[in-house]
DNA sequence: TCTAGCACTCTGCCCCGGAGAGTGCTAAAT
DNA sequence: ATTTAGCACTCTCCGGGGCAGAGTGCTAGA
């Protein structure tokens, strides 16, 4: 469902109804859970000392551990998995949060780029945890109008895509071009470029480069294909948008302040995230990265969840971290829903 | 100098030296300072009983505090005031960081908020604090163009600045009008607006609706004067970056986890963020707010030392956030100097 | 196969006392 | 009149001992 899991090992059912209590209890807590409190919890109808062996049990096959010998037992990664991949399919979001994420897409949206920072505030705000957003890559999507316009002695390209997407670069182009003729390339820009997605774009306009027949539209192309290029390259990690880490301060998972640091640093550098994220849009639902599971180390004591929202043909994708013990349920019902209108609301701006 | 001081009550020579020793020591160290360390400090030629006897003067003054009787001192913000105001008008910058600067600004940039966001990175490595940049204000800047875009059913306005910054917004104008006549407003738009600030232009936009010849020129012109002023009501609070928040997470000074989580919330507040911003771009040089002269209450635990840098007419903010604690000599001389190339880099942009 | 009972282990906490750091005060020295 | 040396005093920090509580594993009986 989730995520390709490595649990094949089989439970008795009262194991997986033991194991399930217990990480339920332990997230809500977040204290060691003790074989008298599963107990009482209702379903379970055994006595302590059942429960005991079982969970010596569970220990054995690594589900669980004890931080010392006389304390009740806490979920390991291993534990959280088993639980994330037998967790309902659709579980239902608390009405508040319904209304306050229709609310949010209701409002006027802007583009793009101001729903998305928006977006992770929302994340953050019903879920408590720290939310990312990748915006989706202008790689796939088509251009729609590229335009040179003169900026003083600079001159700035603009590149429209039909996301509603700008990219902007300042390029040198010969400073005698008069503005007459920068709009007329800029229209010749943009029925070239139209309907191509960047790669395509700058073979197009290196092409044009070749063929050109002044010097100085020769010139002209020869940057613009150059600034297609960085666009890129660079206009992804220029995208990520997060919002909420102080939940991450405020979160009593992590204790330790070089963890936390660790966490921060981590998020705040695009070559992390980005590949994470790219990731979870690979697959059509919400994926969940527990712990260890995570490629970057920094984050091993947190969890992803995450799940992509389409743009036309382009991918981008949404998502919370929290503490490995976080509520994985509300996440996932929230990052869906949210991801389900988000993607609603970007196909409204295009289409 | 960098801000009006409230200290008038003059202090004789000596205790001006001891004080000062003792703010750099605990700068320095973070620990309290006791009489002992200062009499070995050099420049200091008296004894530690006399110089328990200028603490004591001192801390009556209101300049100093122990945290327990058998602790050296603390400086209060009062001293970290004085600190500041008799700092060196202008401390040199080390030459690696120096290097560092010229070597950011040298790179290829692309426009003014991929600057600014690589500023924000720029001047955490530096300093080892958060940082923070406000985007000049769009308010005071001159239109260059605007145009309109039809992307599917919606259109797209474009409004770019004579600084290279774009605003954009979905607008629904009525969704019979040809793509040929969006070109043609497009190009009146351009014409109209030119020159004018965003205010002037929504006036404009205002008039244009009045004396339309026709229902659908009314529709969209007033379409485009109700997205200009959502543009200026807006587009400030989204142009604010942040950096290297993971240094606030591993700063020693915020030990409290409950403290930290406020600073972190109240740095991506907006409104809150917004005003010290707009404060510091006041002062034409760098100014230091200190523990509870800020009027963020979250923020009384820390300092700002913030610059402004001038975009054409329009004026943009940077600052880095630390503990009162922070290193002020260095993090002026950072913060002057890299807000003097920016504004050289800003300024290259459109002049 | 489950459960009741029990001994055992380990943590968390409090209290205590000693070491150390730094002070304020006093009395002598400059 | 100011500075300095000396000293008693205060307070924190830290390690150790002891006690209460939580939770376990095991054994014996249901």
Do not use: C
């Not at 009482?40 to 551990?65: H, P, Q």
């Not at 943009?190 to 100085?216: I, K, P, V, Y």
């Not at 966490?263 to 995230?273: C, M, N, Q, T």
Request: glycine share 6%; charged share 25%.
């Amino acid at each position: 469902m989730y995520r390709s899991m490595a649990t094949s090992r089989e439970l008795t059912d009262r194991k997986a109804d033991i194991l399930r209590a217990l990480v339920r209890q332990y997230i809500r807590t977040g204290e060691p859970v003790g074989s008298e409190i599963l107990a009482s919890a209702a379903g379970l109808k055994v006595s302590s000392a059942t429960i005991r062996n079982e969970l010596a049990a569970l220990e054995e096959l690594g589900f669980l551990k004890q931080p010392h010998t006389s304390a009740g037992r806490v979920p390991t990664e291993l534990a959280y998995r088993y639980y994330v991949d037998l967790l309902p399919a659709r579980s239902k979001l608390r009405e508040t949060e319904r209304r306050a994420i229709i609310h949010f897409f209701d409002e006027a949206l802007a583009d793009v780029d101001a729903i998305l920072r928006g977006t992770t505030q929302l994340l953050s705000r019903l879920t408590r945890y720290a939310s990312l957003a990748l915006a989706p890559s202008q790689r796939e999507t088509a251009i729609i109008r590229a335009e040179l316009i003169l900026l003083g002695t600079t001159t700035l390209l603009l590149v429209v895509f039909d996301t509603g997407h700008v990219e902007k670069r300042v390029i040198d182009v010969d400073p005698h071009v008069s503005e007459r003729n920068l709009d007329r390339v800029s229209r010749t820009m943009t029925e070239t470029f139209r309907g191509n997605t960047l790669d395509q774009a700058q073979t197009l306009a290196e092409e044009r480069e070749r063929s050109a027949e002044s010097e100085s539209e020769r010139n002209v192309f020869g940057r613009v294909a150059e600034s297609l290029r960085s666009m890129g390259e660079t206009s992804e990690a220029e995208h990520i948008f997060l919002g909420g880490v102080a939940n991450i301060a405020s979160e009593a998972g992590f204790d330790r302040r070089e963890t936390m640091s660790q966490i921060f640093e981590a998020l705040e550098r695009e070559s992390a995230v980005l590949g994470l994220l790219r990731e979870a849009a690979a697959s059509p639902l919400v994926s969940v990265t527990i712990g260890r599971e995570n490629p970057v180390p920094e984050m091993w004591e947190t969890s992803l969840v995450a799940a992509p929202f389409a743009a036309g043909a382009a991918v981008g994708t949404i998502g919370v971290v929290g503490p490995m013990r976080m509520d994985y349920a509300s996440a996932i019902a929230a990052v869906r829903a949210v991801a389900e209108r988000l993607t609603a609301a970007v196909e409204a701006l295009s289409r």
